[in-house]
């Protein structure tokens, strides 16, 4: 999508003359409505994108491995954008996290984000929103130039405002219920075998839960660990301070954090950087995880829970992981993959509950 709106941003044929005769086929402009878009609103967007394609070389390297559908590279995306740290090496891909049921994030002590950056979800809320451009306040150096305005709008108490609005809806949003029959027998074997191997890190109020686990411990690809520092968050964290906004600072770990589970039939792929197509595969030992697989293609497998991610049609649908390109590592949470085929039938059939 980036690369997409930093190319019509930098092509010809974005101007005013060729939108408009778009947009008429749709509708009809006003005359005061015309002259807006010529001359203030299609200019200062195509402004916009093109400087926004200047942010945005980091990722379009020779060589830098693609995102890819429902992935980004999170913490690059705001170490780049809200500090003035140089263009490193690190790569980051990270799966899109499910944003329902905040509510079951706010223990105490409770972090988020992948590795644990943010512990709150109004800093997680208002991290995103600036990343993607808000501007609260004409005199940041994170605005666009529409801020450069002097128009007496109280954009920070509005900004905050929503932000609250959004941390309630969020917190109150419930996962998607599992939409197939369930064996229910089976579940109920399998609740004992989730009790013995995952609630210590993914039950709402657990020990572990929300909270990072070791790299070494976990043993998961450690690249999306690596993008973030302390000094950038720092950097990060005077930023938004000098906004005027306070919230609960970021700060760094060397781990990655253990979510609850709620509606994991909705997330896959999984491991924190999608490298594991279903839930079945994951409790496979490394050697026997999919090496390569296509994200992307919407036709649900729920026999394996996850999307179907082999064939002609996710073939032609979806983007190709490759594990073994750096940052898709599928190593790392072998949980489980010592059960027997029968208890892992059954913790799959209790996971669809959840």
């Given at each position: 999508?980036?690369?997409?709106?930093?190319?019509?941003?930098?092509?010809?044929?974005?101007?005013?003359?060729?939108?408009?005769?778009?947009?008429?086929?749709?509708?009809?402009?006003?005359?005061?409505?015309?002259?807006?878009y010529r001359f203030a609103?299609?200019?200062?967007?195509?402004?916009?994108?093109?400087?926004?394609?200047?942010?945005?070389?980091?990722?379009?390297?020779?060589?830098?491995?693609?995102?890819?559908?429902?992935?980004?590279?999170?913490?690059?995306?705001?170490?780049?954008?809200?500090?003035?740290?140089?263009?490193?090496?690190?790569?980051?891909?990270?799966?899109?996290?499910?944003?329902?049921?905040?509510?079951?994030?706010?223990?105490?002590?409770?972090?988020?984000?992948?590795?644990?950056?943010?512990?709150?979800?109004?800093?997680?809320?208002?991290?995103?929103?600036?990343?993607?451009?808000?501007?609260?306040?004409?005199?940041?150096?994170?605005?666009?130039?529409?801020d450069l305005l002097d128009?007496?709008?109280?954009?920070?108490?509005?900004?905050?405002?929503?932000?609250?609005?959004?941390?309630?809806?969020?917190?109150?949003?419930?996962?998607?219920?599992?939409?197939?029959?369930?064996?229910?027998?089976?579940?109920?074997?399998?609740?004992?075998?989730?009790?013995?191997?995952?609630?210590?890190?993914?039950d709402v109020g657990a020990?572990?839960?929300?909270?990072?686990?070791?790299?070494?411990?976990?043993?998961?690809?450690?690249?999306?660990?690596?993008?973030?520092?302390?000094?950038?968050?720092?950097?990060?964290?005077?930023?938004?301070?000098?906004?005027?906004?306070?919230?609960?600072?970021?700060?760094?770990?060397?781990?990655?954090?253990?979510?609850?589970?709620?509606?994991?039939?909705?997330?896959?792929?999984?491991?924190?950087?999608?490298?594991?197509?279903?839930?079945?595969?994951?409790?496979?030992?490394?050697?026997?995880?999919?090496?390569?697989?296509?994200?992307?293609?919407?036709?649900?497998?729920?026999?394996?829970?996850?999307?179907?991610?082999?064939?002609?049609?996710?073939?032609?649908?979806?983007?190709?992981?490759?594990?073994?390109?750096?940052?898709?590592?599928?190593?790392?949470?072998?949980?489980?993959?010592?059960?027997?085929?029968?208890?892992?039938?059954?913790?799959?059939?209790?996971?669809?509950?959840?």
């Amino acid at each position: 999508m980036l690369r997409f709106l930093t190319k019509a941003g930098n092509d010809p044929r974005f101007n005013a003359s060729t939108l408009l005769a778009e947009i008429e086929q749709d509708t009809k402009l006003s005359i005061a409505d015309r002259l807006i878009y010529r001359f203030a609103l299609i200019p200062l967007t195509r402004s916009a994108l093109q400087r926004q394609s200047q942010q945005f070389t980091w990722m379009n390297r020779p060589g830098w491995p693609n995102w890819g559908d429902g992935r980004d590279d999170p913490m690059n995306l705001t170490k780049y954008f809200m500090t003035s740290m140089p263009v490193d090496d690190s790569v980051g891909q990270a799966d899109f996290p499910s944003n329902w049921n905040l509510q079951a994030r706010k223990g105490t002590n409770d972090l988020l984000n992948w590795c644990g950056e943010s512990p709150a979800v109004r800093s997680v809320l208002i991290d995103s929103a600036l990343g993607l451009g808000a501007a609260p306040d004409k005199t940041s150096p994170l605005t666009y130039p529409i801020d450069l305005l002097d128009w007496k709008l109280e954009r920070r108490s509005w900004f905050l405002k929503r932000m609250e609005s959004l941390e309630e809806f969020l917190s109150a949003a419930q996962p998607p219920k599992y939409p197939f029959a369930v064996d229910t027998e089976l579940a109920a074997k399998g609740k004992p075998v989730y009790a013995r191997y995952c609630a210590d890190c993914h039950d709402v109020g657990a020990p572990r839960t929300c909270k990072v686990m070791p790299a070494a411990e976990i043993g998961t690809d450690t690249n999306r660990m690596a993008t973030w520092t302390q000094a950038a968050a720092d950097q990060a964290n005077t930023a938004v301070k000098d906004l005027g906004i306070i919230r609960p600072n970021l700060i760094h770990n060397s781990g990655y954090c253990s979510p609850p589970l709620d509606g994991l039939w909705m997330r896959a792929p999984y491991l924190h950087n999608g490298s594991v197509p279903t839930v079945r595969d994951l409790l496979e030992p490394v050697d026997r995880r999919p090496a390569k697989f296509y994200r992307g293609y919407d036709v649900y497998d729920p026999v394996r829970i996850g999307f179907i991610a082999s064939g002609p049609a996710a073939e032609h649908a979806g983007f190709l992981v490759d594990v073994t390109v750096r940052g898709n590592g599928n190593q790392g949470h072998v949980y489980g993959t010592d059960l027997t085929d029968a208890e892992k039938q059954a913790l799959l059939e209790y996971l669809k509950t959840l």
